[in-house]
């Protein structure tokens, strides 16, 4: 009987020095001189479980989102700043074209004037040819007649064309002789402004 209480009261002797043991194991947590965590994991507290709202942003997403929105202020911007430039590059074109469009029509009509101005002279020179012959092959008191109520400037168109003719045909040109049945008045007249068409030729 004495052996079993020596068993019991070494068992509670044993449990005691546990409960003691165990007492100051979280004693010296508990002033964080050691930290039972390291040798029993299972006391470790697990953080608290924050339960994520799906349908609230959370602070990323609305740092996300407010970039965005700036990001789509900045292309607006952009966009309205190229939509100017492109209206004034629109308008320079325009008004590039319009002044090309009134230079063309400038550059057709100058064509038209010199095709006009070609036919006129063309048409001046066939009358002053036949002219030329007519008068070579009247009397010269009679061609005086004629060419006398003429202005200067035709009646020095014909005699050139005159000369000239006399010159292909190789034959002595009338037309110093005609102009000395002029009246001597009329006669330097229309020698000096003979010699100056020849000299205006001549630059």
């Given at each position: 009987?004495?052996?079993?209480t020596d068993k019991t009261r070494a068992f509670y002797l044993v449990?005691?020095?546990?409960?003691?043991?165990?007492?100051?194991?979280?004693?010296?947590?508990?002033?964080?001189?050691?930290?039972?965590?390291?040798?029993?994991?299972?006391?470790?507290?697990?953080?608290?479980?924050?339960?994520?709202?799906?349908?609230?942003?959370?602070?990323?997403?609305?740092?996300?989102?407010?970039?965005?929105?700036?990001?789509?202020?900045?292309?607006?911007?952009?966009?309205?700043?190229?939509?100017?430039?492109?209206?004034?590059?629109?308008?320079?074109?325009?008004?590039?074209?319009?002044?090309?469009?009134?230079?063309?029509?400038?550059?057709?009509?100058?064509?038209?004037?010199?095709?006009?101005?070609?036919?006129?002279?063309?048409?001046?020179?066939?009358?002053?040819?036949?002219?030329?012959?007519?008068?070579?092959?009247?009397?010269?008191?009679?061609?005086?007649?004629?060419?006398?109520?003429?202005?200067?400037?035709?009646?020095?168109?014909?005699?050139?064309?005159?000369?000239?003719?006399?010159?292909?045909?190789?034959?002595?040109?009338?037309?110093?002789?005609?102009?000395?049945?002029?009246?001597?008045?009329?006669?330097?007249?229309?020698?000096?402004?003979?010699?100056?068409?020849?000299?205006?030729?001549?630059?």
């Amino acid at each position: 009987m004495a052996s079993l209480t020596d068993k019991t009261r070494a068992f509670y002797l044993v449990l005691l020095i546990a409960f003691l043991i165990a007492v100051g194991f979280f004693v010296f947590d508990y002033f964080r001189i050691i930290d039972a965590e390291d040798y029993f994991p299972f006391l470790a507290k697990s953080p608290d479980q924050v339960e994520q709202d799906n349908e609230s942003p959370t602070e990323l997403e609305k740092l996300e989102i407010q970039r965005a929105q700036e990001k789509i202020i900045e292309d607006r911007e952009e966009l309205a700043i190229i939509k100017e430039q492109l209206d004034k590059t629109q308008e320079e074109l325009s008004q590039e074209r319009d002044r090309l469009e009134e230079l063309k029509l400038g550059v057709l009509k100058k064509e038209e004037e010199i095709q006009e101005k070609k036919k006129l002279e063309e048409a001046r020179s066939e009358k002053i040819k036949v002219l030329a012959e007519k008068v070579a092959n009247m009397p010269p008191n009679s061609a005086r007649d004629m060419l006398i109520n003429w202005p200067d400037y035709d009646i020095i168109d014909v005699f050139e064309q005159m000369d000239k003719d006399a010159e292909e045909d190789g034959r002595q040109t009338i037309t110093t002789y005609l102009l000395t049945l002029f009246p001597a008045e009329r006669r330097s007249v229309i020698t000096n402004k003979w010699l100056e068409s020849e000299n205006r030729s001549d630059l």
